[in-house]
């Protein structure tokens, strides 16, 4: 758990964050979104400390970050940032060493968890190990970028603007790549961008900030179906909320019982990619199936369109 407890940062007479509480539950994932100078970074950096508060505090499982040592506290948080951060002149596995080396775990932990992180981002350690970050893909170095990150065992991770410097391809699948790891580890994110789309699609709950302020904080669906602000309706986006709200739910999650006639679809696919292949198709309804190909349940374009309206 972690608490924000009229969290403020000052540069002079500009007020850059204004007395923000926030409370981020253990295992979620919290996005704070807002436009350029909104000081969502700046608050992304007080939580480890990268920018000292000019008042207020941040408290992580019940302990005040102000009480410890800032380098020993950034140790057991993660930090991504966009461009990946990673040491030009070092090997993959010697990015991915650098906090573990830090905390003085002995060589054989420290090669078991290079190798263990690398295989899950499923990058082959014999063939990526030794390898510089020049030599790879921009979307391998974002996923060494997040490895690095984690190598530490940290109960919390902060990225900032992880994704933007990824093409929209690229950028998808390092987003749902992020999701499986969070569900794998339990690990406690709180992700910065722009991007109400990735908001949504990433997050448990959404903190939308202007002018150093949350203006509103809530579920994906709270957002969309109650902007509690002019800036937040704007931001959410008025003309195809419908259609953002149906991407927020698989065809799995909305599934009634029985088999349809038609075209099949896999549990994991959203609502709204459902509607456009049966738009596509001109099929009224849909049969949805398992990951192992048996039959989850149908979906009728009247059940979809009903999910796409505020409840």
């Not at 409370?23 to 992304?44: C, E, F, N």
């Not at 929209?168 to 749902?176: G, K, L, V, Y």
């Not at 602000?229 to 709200?245: E, W």
């Not at 709204?272 to 192992?292: F, Y």
Request: charge should be neutral.
């Amino acid at each position: 758990m972690i608490e924000i407890e009229t969290l403020t940062k000052q540069y002079g007479a500009m007020t850059v964050v204004d007395r923000v509480s926030l409370s981020i539950a253990r295992g979620s994932i919290t996005v704070i979104v807002g436009s350029s100078g909104s000081g969502k970074s700046t608050l992304l950096r007080m939580i480890n400390r990268l920018v000292e508060p000019t008042s207020g505090r941040v408290v992580i499982d019940g302990i005040d970050t102000a009480t410890e040592a800032a380098h020993l506290l950034r140790r057991r948080i993660g930090y991504v940032i966009q461009g990946y951060g990673l040491f030009p002149h070092r090997t993959v596995a010697e990015n991915i060493a650098t906090v573990p080396r830090l905390l003085e775990w002995d060589v054989e932990r420290i090669k078991n968890r290079v190798d263990e992180l690398l295989r899950i981002f499923q990058l082959d350690p014999q063939e990526f190990a030794g390898k510089f970050p020049h030599q790879m893909s921009g979307g391998q170095q974002q996923r060494v970028g997040v490895a690095r990150a984690l190598a530490g065992e940290p109960s919390v991770l902060l990225m900032d603007e992880p994704f933007g410097a990824l093409d929209p391809i690229i950028r998808t699948r390092a987003q749902s790549d992020l999701k499986d790891i969070q569900r794998r580890f339990g690990t406690t994110i709180v992700l910065v961008t722009h991007d109400i789309d990735e908001a949504f699609r990433l997050a448990d709950q959404v903190a939308v900030m202007s002018a150093g302020e949350i203006l509103q904080c809530g579920s994906p669906q709270a957002l969309l179906t109650r902007p509690a602000d002019p800036f937040v309706s704007r931001l959410t986006g008025t003309a195809d909320r419908a259609m953002k709200l149906l991407a927020l739910t698989t065809a799995g999650e909305a599934a009634e019982p029985g088999a349809a006639h038609g075209p099949t679809v896999a549990a994991s696919a959203t609502l709204r990619d459902v509607l456009s292949d049966l738009v596509w198709d001109g099929a009224p309804e849909a049969t949805v199936l398992n990951p192992d190909g048996t039959t989850r349940g149908r979906l009728t374009l009247t059940g979809i369109l009903a999910r796409g309206k505020p409840s």
